[in-house]
Nanobody, 122 residues
Framework: QLQLVESGGGLVQPGGSLTLSCEASGATLGYYAVGWFRQAPGKEREGVSCISRTGEIINFTDSVQGRFAGSRDNAKNTVYLHMTNLKPEDAAVYYC???????????????WGRGTQVTVSS
């Protein structure tokens, strides 16, 4: 059974960079599209981006365009979210989720990680 574990979150200053990892176990992650979502305190979980099974990147949030980029390493069974020029409004718990196709909707995904905290503050 597919399981996902996020890592790479932490505290970063505005303008800084982080790379989040989503490592899979129990199944081959390459068979799945992997979406990245985030949830800030008091807000709904929102879709950030997704990488399809073929490596196509789809951004769901205009505010991350040009700053966030996804990638995948099927040999490591891992998907990454490379975040640059981070802003205070990017602070949230970031989750990865897997399904057969990319979708911006939380309900589309069957398998979720537990999340990793990203804090952007000076």
């Amino acid at each position: 059974q597919l399981q996902l574990v996020e890592s790479g979150g932490g505290l970063v200053q505005p303008g800084g960079s982080l790379t989040l990892s989503c490592e899979a176990s129990g199944a081959t992650l390459g068979y799945y599209a992997v979406g990245w979502f985030r949830q800030a305190p008091g807000k709904e979980r929102e879709g950030v981006s997704c990488i399809s099974r073929t490596g196509e990147i789809i951004n769901f949030t205009d505010s991350v365009q040009g700053r966030f980029a996804g990638s995948r390493d099927n040999a490591k069974n891992t998907v990454y979210l490379h975040m640059t020029n981070l802003k205070p409004e990017d602070a949230a718990v970031y989750y990865c989720a897997a399904d057969l196709e990319c979708s911006p909707y939380v309900w589309s995904y069957d398998v979720w990680g537990r999340g990793t905290q990203v804090t952007v503050s000076s």
